[in-house]
């Protein structure tokens, strides 16, 4: 079993920057791949970046060169840092993991940023961007 909680969440306005946290309560953290996901209301779940074990990513088109995913293995914690914030990108945003993931980025790009292809998920945290 793995724990996720996300925390970084808030209201800015267009243009503004966030960092997301999500802390992992498992040791196997090191080895799993990691995702965020974001969900409006009234829209699909959307596979926004990932990042595996080895520091391979993958972004979705929608926020590549604004978002940045990245790791710190020493504290199970992956991080989303997101700037040139717009408002199209209010939703709750949820980390995913992917435990003992023998898989990289690089072969399963597609799978990545499928909702399906993770086993846990954290609670959400709430982003509003504001025009």
């Known amino acids: 079993q793995v724990e996720l909680v996300e925390s970084g969440g808030g209201s800015v306005q267009s243009g503004g920057s966030l960092r997301l946290s999500c802390a992992a309560s498992a040791s196997t953290y090191s080895t799993s791949c990691m995702g965020w996901f974001r969900q409006a209301p009234g829209n699909e779940r959307e596979g926004v970046a990932a990042?595996?074990?080895?520091?391979?990513?993958r972004y979705a088109d929608s926020v590549k060169g604004r978002f940045t995913i990245s790791q710190d293995n020493a504290k199970n914690t992956l991080y989303l840092q997101m700037n040139s914030l717009k408002p199209e990108d209010t939703a709750m945003y949820y980390c995913?993991?992917?435990?003992?993931?023998?898989?990289?980025?690089?072969?399963?790009?597609?799978?990545?940023?499928?909702?399906?292809?993770?086993?846990?998920w954290g609670q959400g945290t709430q982003v509003t961007v504001s025009s």
């Open positions: 990042i595996d074990r080895y520091g391979s990513t």
């Open positions: 995913a993991a992917r435990p003992s993931c023998t898989s990289t980025i690089v072969m399963v790009p597609t799978s990545s940023l499928r909702g399906w292809w993770y086993t846990y």
